[in-house]
T-cell receptor, first 113, second 115 residues
């Protein structure tokens, strides 16, 4: 079945450092891919998405490119801020998954001033 | 963007009582709503999918009689935790989706503590 694998956290970075959070997926067909962010004590917010191969989703300085050849959707940001501290979830949605969103385990990011 | 609200945001109740959590889509009609449960430092666990006007579809291992879901209108779904016990304490999150579209919009979550 469909699944999402994220790098384990926590990830601790200094402010202005480069961020990469790896995400790979297993799915049949052509799923849509997402990154969601969850700030402490809150629900999830959609950060960015990509719906087909080679699409790049971007928002608030974050980017991720849908790579079908490597079945990956890695999240990157060139310069993180303290306010980026949160938990990041990679997710996929597709017809073969019964239209249910499949989430990765989440990666906690701590950014130090 | 689309807004989903949940009420209450926090609830503390005694063991054996029932608790109702509301999920509303404020600016769009949601044909499908989802209920998730999240344990500390863990990912979201899908509990059930509800479509307006029909019975909810529960995931394997989720007790239907324990977690009653009603999706009475295109903007409202409710989750009732019946005869709550301390092990039901958790963070419950709902989400809503437009028909046929892939993006889900999440509510802010409801933290339930059963004493």
């Amino acid at each position: 079945g469909n699944s999402v694998t994220q790098m384990e956290g926590p990830v601790t970075l200094s402010e202005e450092a480069f961020l990469t959070i790896n995400c790979t997926y297993t799915a049949t067909g052509y799923p849509s891919l997402f990154w969601y962010v969850q700030y402490p004590g809150e629900g999830l917010q959609l950060l960015l998405k990509a719906t087909k191969a080679d699409d790049k989703g971007s928002n608030k300085g974050f980017e991720a490119t849908y790579r079908k050849e490597t079945t990956s959707f890695h999240l990157e940001k060139g310069s993180v801020q303290v306010s980026d501290s949160a938990v990041y979830f990679c997710a996929l949605w597709g017809r073969t998954g019964g239209f249910k969103t499949i989430f990765g385990a989440g990666t906690r990011l701590f950014v130090k001033a | 963007g689309a807004v989903v609200s949940q009420h209450p945001s926090w609830v503390i109740c005694k063991s054996g009582t029932s608790v109702k959590i509301e999920c509303r889509s404020l600016d769009f009609q949601a044909t499908t709503m989802f209920w998730y449960r999240q344990f500390p430092k863990q990912s979201l666990m899908l509990m059930a999918t509800s479509n307006e006007g029909s019975k909810a579809t529960y995931e394997q291992g989720v007790e239907k009689d324990k977690f009653l879901i009603n999706h009475a209108s295109l903007t409202l779904s409710t989750l009732t935790v019946t005869s709550a016990h301390p092990e039901d304490s958790s963070f419950y999150i709902c989400s809503a989706r437009f028909e046929g579209l892939e993006t889900q919009y999440f509510g802010p979550g409801t933290r339930l503590l059963v004493l």
